[in-house]
């Protein structure tokens, strides 16, 4: 905890009330607006901390029995990333008793426990929770000097802390309508997928061979995730080529791999207009993952790195489960014949880099 003492220089300038009004007002625009729990961590923090004039400011979620104190804005760390029990600090003490807590002087005051507060700049402070039936969390100020907290401060606070609640209902709204996209979609694909591999498991085992190339490359975990999520889409147009076409063995005519290309195109209509980072990166990968590295593939001719690292990836993990599994069309090829496919066409259908990511795998566990 940091003992830096209170530097003058270092405090927000309290806000007139016309002022405080438009920021307020911008807040809850800005609120309205979040897509995620992240944006809203962002506005949260700006905002309490402008609106009052405060050296510090805390968004604080409830996870269980403890307080979250997941992040803040203020003239010195704090308690970002930490957690207490609910008993054991201000926000938790609001949380429980639904209301306001207004400390003066948190050295007097037995609801701030010393021991947290001695070793910091806080001299006062205030929390407000967010939701009043049955809070989700806590906005919390302090001053790094004694302050009277005023009731308009108290109201600002409890406006935006009541904003705050209804744009995290909205993002879990949001995000609820997602995952049922998602799971629609992602029955839709393995619906097309069905119909020319009996086991309707390539989507599962592409995601599976992306997120460990993914990994390999030195993406982070949440990227990981989200293109491990996203490549279970990658042929979703499929489901709008007709089995005449999907199931012919042997070699397509031109005109019958003009039609069959067409369902790039399907698959990113079907795609187009989500909000979901997941539906985003798979329309993506539907747009680019037949795009070859020397710019002989499909819809639009791109190569090297204006592929997109997605579909780069991806385009590995497909072919070589493609080749490795039999089809109505097709036997299955040995892992070996696979693997020597892959790096003859690295450099022309395929990013180096990411071929040689995919070597470090031991790919033959995919083959089984």
Known sequence: MSLLKHDPLLQTTPLSGFDAVGELVAAIQQLALAESLDGIQVVVRTAARRLTGADGATFVLRDGDLC???????????????????EACVSGWAMQRREAVVIPDVSRDPRAPRDTYRPTFVKSLCAVPIRTLNPVGAIENYWAVPHEIQHTEVMLLRALADSTAVAMENVRMLRELDDARLETLERLARAAEYRDDATFQHTERVAAITAAIATDVGLDTEAVENLRQAATLHDIGKIAISDTLLLKPGWFTPEERTRMQEHVQAGASILDGSRSQVLRTAREIVLSHHEWWNGEGYPFGLSGEAIPLSGRIVAVADVFDALTHERPYKAAWSVGAALDEVDRLAGRQFDPRVVEAFHALQPGAWAG
Do not use: N, S, T
């Open 68 to 86: 979250h104190y997941v992040d803040e804005d203020a003239i010195a760390p704090l308690w970002k990333g930490q957690r207490f029990p609910m």
